[in-house]
């Protein structure tokens, strides 16, 4: 029996602690928000906040969480100016093609905001270079996030 804390609420999960986050969140909890793409930690289709910073799903087992908190797409605080700012940066730019990996990109978008707030080209490119769009919306991401920092400035 494991134990995870997931968008402000504490489960417990009967599961083998080497079972990877993203199954968890997905087949045990119910949480398809966050999407299965590599398995490899390399797409970052599968990007959830690990007390606030952006990590890979897939490839973190759920016994390694501990008492850290989980933030899944779902979970995301609508509030927060930054979270706000993002979605309404990705909805008024029309990013999403195809929108498979639309998550992962928000919540890496939010993590680099919630760091670096008024992020260069060469920042943005960075922080996202881990998420992988397959429709190619990399443009409108590093615009979006420009215009997301414009917002919280």
């Known amino acids: 029996m494991q134990t995870v804390r997931v968008n402000g609420q504490t489960h417990s999960v009967d599961v083998d ?73 990705w909805t008024d730019l029309d990013v999403v093609q195809c929108g498979y990996c639309q998550p992962g990109q928000v919540m890496a978008a939010i993590g680099l905001l919630k760091t670096v707030p008024n992020p260069t080209d060469e920042q943005i490119d960075s922080a996202m270079s881990g998420n992988m769009c397959r429709c190619g919306t990399y443009m409108r991401i590093r615009k979006a996030i420009h215009l997301a920092a414009g917002e919280t400035a």
């Open 17 to 89: 602690p080497d079972t990877p986050l993203l199954w968890v969140l997905r087949d045990v909890l119910g949480l398809n928000g966050t999407k299965f793409g590599c398995g490899i930690a390399q797409c970052g289709v599968c990007t959830v906040h690990l007390d606030g910073h952006p990590v890979r799903a897939c490839n973190l087992p759920v016994g390694m969480i501990g008492e850290r908190s989980v933030t899944t797409i779902e979970g995301v605080d609508n509030a927060d100016p930054i979270v706000h700012a993002v979605k309404k940066a």
